[in-house]
């Protein structure tokens, strides 16, 4: 399983971008996805994660800012991100989270940073 994200760059505060993670492989749609962002020196901390089912459930400093969806005929999950703050700066990764034995994978991660 492959994980390639992509969409990060650089945008003024207030700014949006859309992140995209693209799954390998034709099981997508069983799988929870999510999105982590790491800042150097601080550990990866969860931003927000959508089931199998479409539910969503995001960090609360990201709510009403941040939006995970998915589609599973791109076998791809997004991240729009709008009022981006500068504390919004950080690696983004995703994640396919585990399905009973099976392990998880991660993106190789795609910056984002917001300058003021």
């Known amino acids: 399983v492959q994980l390639q994200a992509s969409g990060g760059g650089l945008v003024q505060v207030g700014g949006s971008l859309r992140l995209s993670c693209a799954a390998s492989g034709s099981t997508f749609s069983r799988y929870a996805m999510g999105w982590y962002r790491q800042v150097p020196g601080y550990h990866r901390e969860w931003v927000a994660s959508i089931t199998s089912g479409g539910a969503t459930n995001h960090e609360d400093s990201v709510k009403g800012r941040f939006t995970i969806s998915r589609d599973n005929a791109k076998n791809t999950v997004y991240l729009q991100m709008s009022s981006l703050k500068p504390e919004d700066t950080a690696v983004y990764f995703c994640?396919?989270?585990?399905?009973?034995?099976?392990?998880?994978?991660w993106g190789q991660g795609t910056q984002v940073t917001v300058s003021s």
């Open positions: 994640r396919r989270y585990g399905l009973g034995r099976e392990r998880e994978y």
